[in-house]
């Protein structure tokens, strides 16, 4: 039997490029109803993508944004009891309503959604080494019972969930294996180009060969602490744009560099490089074999 048809797929928006891999990904945890884990280095855009998920297959997305404080326990639901306390203490509001006291966390809102929904937990493992495991039956079953009440929450329709880490800490193997996994490897030149476009449409082409040789050749450098990103060149070509450098301005040096360098230490690596050899890559010869065009 072909069951080829039997599930939304995610092909994309015009405001997010991505690989044919990571598309295929999506669709994975779609088909399987899993979560789908996006790993890879701050400023890949694994964040961004939930919100086009939800752009392409038309669904509403809620966030889940995990500090290291957060409890699993949390993204399910509250209950108020400081604001029934008052209630209680001053008169107002029906104490004998537990319900009335209990929020719904974001997981929690998910499931009690009358349609599907995209779900982001954001950064999981910036929670304690715990946090994962809390959550595997309820992704599992996507259900819960509120202790309070005795009242369960189930899910209707399973909502599509994507879970981004930043590798600050390992995850458990037993939540690894309900997930579908993704390394969103940082873009090729080529793909670096297309997502250039749809943020600068029309880039003279000699400026855009210009900025990309030199982000690229400060990637490579070993010394720095934080590479730039992605998102980082996006706002470094707005600079360059809006201050309407010259063309020999940008073959010379780096302008704007606190748009791409994010730390003390990585600015002075790059001032010390410019005092010991005062020369920046202009071409993709000078980035070497690796580079060619």
């Given at each position: 039997?072909?069951?080829?048809?039997?599930?939304?797929?995610?092909?994309?928006?015009?405001?997010?490029?991505?690989?044919?891999?990571?598309?295929?990904?999506?669709?994975c945890?779609?088909?399987?109803?899993?979560?789908?884990?996006?790993?890879?280095?701050?400023?890949?855009?694994?964040?961004?993508?939930?919100?086009?998920?939800a752009?392409?297959?038309?669904?509403?997305?809620?966030?889940?944004h995990?500090?290291?404080?957060?409890?699993?326990?949390?993204?399910?639901?509250?209950?108020?009891?400081?604001?029934?306390?008052?209630?209680?203490?001053f008169?107002?509001?029906?104490?004998?309503?537990?319900?009335?006291y209990?929020?719904?966390?974001?997981?929690g809102?998910?499931f009690?959604?009358?349609?599907?929904?995209?779900?982001?937990?954001?950064?999981?493992?910036?929670?304690?080494?715990?946090f994962?495991?809390?959550?595997l039956?309820?992704?599992?079953?996507?259900?819960?019972?509120?202790?309070?009440?005795?009242?369960?929450?189930?899910?209707?329709?399973?909502?599509?969930?994507?879970?981004?880490s930043?590798?600050?800490?390992?995850l458990?193997?037993?939540?690894?294996?309900?997930c579908?996994?993704?390394?969103?490897?940082?873009?090729?030149?080529?793909?670096?180009?297309?997502?250039?476009?749809?943020?600068?449409?029309?880039?003279?082409?000699?400026?855009?060969?210009?900025?990309?040789?030199?982000?690229?050749?400060?990637?490579?450098?070993?010394?720095?602490?934080?590479?730039?990103?992605?998102?980082?060149?996006?706002?470094?070509?707005?600079?360059?744009?809006?201050?309407?450098?010259?063309?020999?301005?940008?073959?010379s040096?780096?302008?704007?560099?606190?748009?791409?360098?994010?730390?003390?230490?990585?600015?002075?690596?790059?001032?010390e490089?410019?005092?010991?050899?005062?020369?920046?890559?202009?071409?993709?010869?000078?980035?070497?074999?690796?580079?060619?065009?």
């Amino acid at each position: 039997m072909d069951h080829s048809e039997d599930f939304q797929r995610f092909q994309g928006t015009d405001r997010y490029i991505a690989s044919t891999p990571l598309v295929d990904a999506v669709n994975c945890a779609i088909a399987l109803e899993r979560p789908l884990l996006l790993k890879g280095e701050p400023g890949t855009g694994k964040t961004v993508l939930a919100q086009h998920v939800a752009e392409g297959l038309g669904m509403p997305m809620l966030s889940w944004h995990i500090k290291s404080t957060s409890k699993a326990a949390d993204g399910l639901y509250v209950y108020d009891t400081v604001q029934r306390l008052n209630d209680s203490r001053f008169g107002t509001g029906d104490v004998g309503n537990i319900d009335h006291y209990i929020k719904l966390g974001p997981l929690g809102k998910s499931f009690e959604a009358k349609e599907r929904q995209v779900l982001l937990i954001d950064e999981i493992d910036k929670a304690d080494l715990e946090f994962p495991n809390d959550l595997l039956h309820e992704l599992d079953e996507m259900r819960f019972t509120i202790n309070e009440t005795g009242r369960e929450i189930a899910a209707s329709e399973r909502p599509v969930v994507l879970i981004t880490s930043n590798n600050e800490k390992e995850l458990p193997d037993a939540f690894l294996r309900r997930c579908v996994f993704y390394f969103i490897e940082f873009p090729s030149v080529e793909l670096m180009r297309r997502i250039i476009d749809v943020h600068h449409p029309n880039l003279d082409a000699k400026l855009l060969d210009q900025v990309l040789v030199k982000f690229y050749w400060l990637r490579e450098q070993s010394e720095l602490r934080k590479k730039p990103s992605t998102s980082e060149l996006i706002d470094w070509i707005s600079a360059i744009l809006r201050s309407g450098i010259s063309m020999e301005q940008l073959e010379s040096h780096i302008p704007f560099v606190g748009s791409l360098l994010k730390t003390e230490q990585d600015v002075e690596s790059l001032s010390e490089y410019n005092k010991r050899d005062g020369r920046y890559p202009t071409s993709w010869e000078d980035l070497g074999p690796r580079y060619n065009q």
